[in-house]
């Protein structure tokens, strides 16, 4: 029986008619729902809501990239998105990675990768992973995606361009200083957007199925 703290029966209900400006709990709360909703498990779908929150924070558009990813996720499954292997972290199949496992596999990692990265969608999701890795080496680091570059500092500052919606990431360590600024402008989000994520939200209040259950579990490709 669902409790008041059960997962499936809180959450944002966005207007269908106009955009909105949410709070960072409701960008949480939305953005873990619609994960799970959408096949991810709810480790991995707590890490979406996480760093779309910590995104939303810093002035950035985090859930229409996620709607996007979620999106892409019904077409290839999530497993044919998770990394080969902890030194392989690049999708078996050809796919693009999912920027939410790969992040969780680097900060488990606690280093930047030896061997590069394969393509990764929605890679602006994967910049508050980058800011915990920064913390944890105690420097920043830089993403470069095609011609754009980000900059993601130990103390969550950011300093970024508009990045492609899939790309292969190289990563760096950066000597470059970002000024503090000014407080960041909380982001718009598009009906689309909202009404689509609620949609998958709604999906958690679903009974699992069996092949949900077998996409879901572990980040990393349980093939040999």
Same mark, same amino acid.
């Given at each position: 029986?669902?409790?008041?703290?059960?997962?499936?029966?809180?959450?944002?209900?966005?207007?269908?008619?106009?955009?909105?400006?949410?709070?960072?709990?409701?960008?949480?709360?939305?953005?873990?729902?619609?994960?799970?909703?959408?096949?991810?498990?709810?480790?991995?779908?707590?890490?979406?809501?996480?760093?779309?929150?910590?995104?939303?924070?810093?002035?950035?558009?985090?859930?229409?990239?996620?709607?996007?990813?979620? $999106? *892409?996720?019904? /077409?290839? =499954?999530?497993?044919?998105?998770? &990394?080969? !292997?902890?030194?392989?972290?690049?999708?078996? @199949?050809?796919?693009?990675?999912?920027?939410?496992?790969?992040?969780?596999?680097?900060?488990?990692?606690?280093?930047?990768?030896?061997?590069?990265?394969?393509?990764?969608?929605?890679?602006?999701?994967?910049?508050?992973?980058?800011?915990?890795?920064?913390?944890?080496?105690?420097?920043?680091?830089?993403?470069?995606?095609?011609?754009?570059?980000?900059?993601?500092?130990?103390?969550?500052?950011?300093?970024? $361009? *508009?990045?492609? /919606?899939? =790309?292969?990431?190289?990563?760096? &360590?950066? !000597?470059?200083?970002?000024?503090?600024?000014? @407080?960041?402008?909380?982001?718009?989000?598009?009906?689309?957007?909202?009404?689509?994520?609620?949609?998958?939200?709604?999906?958690?209040?679903?009974?699992?199925?069996?092949?949900?259950?077998?996409?879901?579990?572990?980040?990393?490709?349980?093939?040999?």
């Amino acid at each position: 029986m669902s409790g008041a703290s059960d997962p499936t029966t809180t959450g944002f209900r966005p207007p269908s008619d106009q955009p909105a400006h949410l709070s960072g709990n409701e960008v949480e709360t939305l953005a873990m729902k619609a994960a799970r909703g959408a096949g991810m498990d709810w480790g991995l779908a707590e890490e979406a809501g996480h760093a779309a929150r910590w995104l939303h924070q810093r002035g950035v558009n985090s859930l229409t990239p996620l709607t996007e990813l979620l $999106d *892409a996720a019904q /077409s290839t =499954g999530w497993t044919a998105m998770r &990394p080969a !292997g902890l030194e392989q972290l690049f999708a078996r @199949k050809g796919d693009c990675l999912c920027p939410i496992t790969l992040g969780t596999v680097l900060t488990d990692m606690a280093r930047l990768p030896r061997h590069g990265i394969g393509a990764v969608a929605q890679p602006v999701l994967l910049i508050p992973f980058l800011g915990s890795l920064a913390g944890t080496l105690a420097r920043p680091i830089t993403m470069q995606v095609g011609a754009s570059q980000i900059i993601v500092t130990p103390q969550g500052r950011l300093s970024t $361009d *508009a990045l492609p /919606s899939s =790309g292969i990431p190289t990563l760096s &360590p950066s !000597g470059t200083a970002i000024d503090q600024g000014e @407080k960041h402008a909380s982001p718009c989000y598009p009906t689309g957007t909202l009404n689509r994520l609620n949609a998958y939200a709604l999906e958690t209040t679903v009974p699992v199925s069996d092949a949900s259950r077998a996409d879901a579990g572990s980040a990393l490709d349980d093939n040999d």
